[in-house]
């Protein structure tokens, strides 16, 4: 193999290497600062770099021995650049969007009340039951109390949180 066309594949796969490591451990060591996206994120440096070296490896596969080193570098250099730069850019654009995606808001006990769901354990006049509640998309247990005992199957609508795990249910059966 060619060492011009070896080195601009050594370039590539550093660039690679760089973008591994930009995307296992960068978030927790922070590279970059823990603000720095755009153009100058590692995410972008790693795709130009490993961009330019695969790009850029092309052509002096192509003219390996019919040119002049020299000429074969500066050739690959340009190539590689210019072939390098939509895959930087990309790099920013996708790092971008990933970063300001919008998410479902964390699930908390304000968000329980009004929930329906059905009883799942017998709920005793005094003491708990379970119930499973739909709330989000998500079907979730809960222990459960109502001021009136509930068997299973029971349909019912949550009146409070009164914590994380617990619910105070009444039945909406008729």
């Known amino acids: 193999m060619d060492p011009v066309t070896l080195t601009f594949l050594v370039i590539g796969g550093f660039g690679v290497l760089l973008l591994v490591i930009a995307l296992v451990v960068g978030d927790l060591l922070h590279f970059g600062g823990p603000d720095a996206d755009g153009p100058f994120s590692l995410p972008a440096i790693a795709a130009f770099i490993g961009g330019a070296g695969f790009v850029g490896a ?17 050739l690959s250099t340009v190539v590689g650049v210019v072939g390098a730069l939509p895959l930087a850019y990309g790099a920013v654009r996708l790092t ?6 919008r998410t479902d808001p964390t699930l908390t006990e304000e968000g329980l009340p009004g929930a329906l769901g059905t009883v799942i ?3 005793p006049a005094v003491g708990f039951g ?3 509640i739909r709330v989000a998309g998500q079907d979730l247990k809960y ?13 019912i609508f949550v009146s409070e949180a009164l914590s994380a795990t617990l619910v105070e249910v009444v039945s909406t059966a008729d």
């Open 58 to 74: 092309i052509p002096a596969a192509l003219v390996a021995g019919s040119w002049s080193s020299g000429s074969t570098v500066a």
């Open 96 to 101: 971008s969007g990933l970063i300001r995606m």
């Open 121 to 123: 354990t017998p709920i």
């Open 130 to 132: 379970e119930v499973r």
């Open 143 to 155: 222990s459960a109390r109502s001021h009136t005992p509930l068997p299973i199957g029971t349909p």
